[in-house]
C-alpha cells in the first residue's frame, strides 16, 4: 500500500512539473489559449444589441414615430406582414441571443436567412442592397465558424 501511496505520490509530483513547464512555455511565447466560447459569447451577445435595436426600429416604423415612406396603414398587405414578421422575429433573436441559448442562435439564422432570402428575391420587400447581403452573409460565415471552432475547443 505504500508502495502505491509513493508511485500516485510521485506521478502526481511529475504531471504538476509538466504542466509547470507548458505554463511557462506558454508565457515565454506569449500565446495564450483562445477560449472560442467565450468569444462566442461576446459574439452572441454584440449581435443580440444589434438585433434589439432593429426590432426597435422596425416598431417604432409601425408605430409611425419614424418618418417612413408611407404610414403603415396605407402599405399593402404584403408589407405591412413583412414589417410585422421582422418586428417580432428581430427581437425573439435578440433575446434569445443575449441568453446565448441554442434557440436564439437558431432565430437569429431564421431572422438573417429570411432578411437574405427577401433581399435576393423580392428586394422591393426589404430595405436592402448589395451592402447588406454582404454583412449579413458574412455575419453568419462568422457565427458558423466561431460556433465550430467553439464546440472543437471544448474536446
Avoid: C
Avoid at 483562445?34 to 426600429?57: C, D, E, P
Wanted: hydrophobic content about 60%; aromatic content about 10%; glycine content about 8%.
Amino acid at each position: 500500500m505504500t508502495i502505491l501511496k509513493g508511485l500516485l505520490a510521485k506521478r502526481e509530483q511529475t504531471d504538476g512539473a509538466e504542466r509547470g513547464v507548458l505554463e511557462a512555455l506558454r508565457e515565454s511565447t506569449g500565446v495564450a489559449h483562445i477560449r472560442w466560447s467565450r468569444i462566442l459569447v461576446w459574439f452572441m451577445r454584440l449581435m443580440a444589441v444589434v438585433w434589439m435595436v432593429l426590432g426597435l426600429t422596425t416598431w417604432a416604423d409601425i408605430l409611425g414615430i419614424l418618418p417612413a415612406a408611407a404610414p403603415f396603414e396605407d402599405r399593402t398587405f404584403g408589407a405591412q406582414a413583412t414589417l410585422v414578421y421582422f418586428a417580432v422575429l428581430n427581437l425573439v433573436a435578440a433575446v434569445g441571443l443575449w441568453l446565448t441559448s441554442t434557440w436564439g442562435g437558431i432565430m437569429w439564422l431564421l431572422a438573417v436567412m429570411s432578411q437574405l432570402i427577401l433581399a435576393i428575391f423580392v428586394p422591393r420587400a426589404v430595405a436592402s442592397g448589395s451592402f447588406t447581403i454582404v454583412m449579413f452573409s458574412l455575419l453568419i460565415a462568422i457565427y458558423l465558424t466561431i460556433s465550430w471552432l467553439a464546440a472543437h475547443d471544448q474536446e
